[in-house]
């Protein structure tokens, strides 16, 4: 009868642990979504023959504005290639 107590109370408490972290995997999930409707976008930006550039710039700095990334400037990404 011990062993079912203390598999419960383990229960609880791995239920406590996932249910504390709920807020977090909401973000995350939430995060991906955009992330992937934003690449939808990026995607049909590139596939119009009319569209420039700077408008995929935008988009992906908002990305990154959003994720919380710093862009690493093209000098600094060239030289970590060498």
């Not at 009868?1 to 939430?30: E, N, P, Y």
């Amino acid at each position: 009868m011990t062993d079912v107590k203390d598999s419960i109370k383990k229960l609880r408490k791995m239920r406590d642990a996932l249910c504390s972290q709920h807020g977090a995997w909401k973000d995350a999930f939430s995060a991906r979504d955009r992330v992937i409707q934003d690449l939808q976008e990026i995607y049909s930006i590139c596939n119009d023959k009319g569209s420039r550039k700077k408008q995929i710039e935008k988009k992906i700095l908002d990305m990154f504005d959003y994720l919380q990334v710093e862009p690493v400037p093209e000098s600094e990404s060239q030289a970590d290639s060498k």
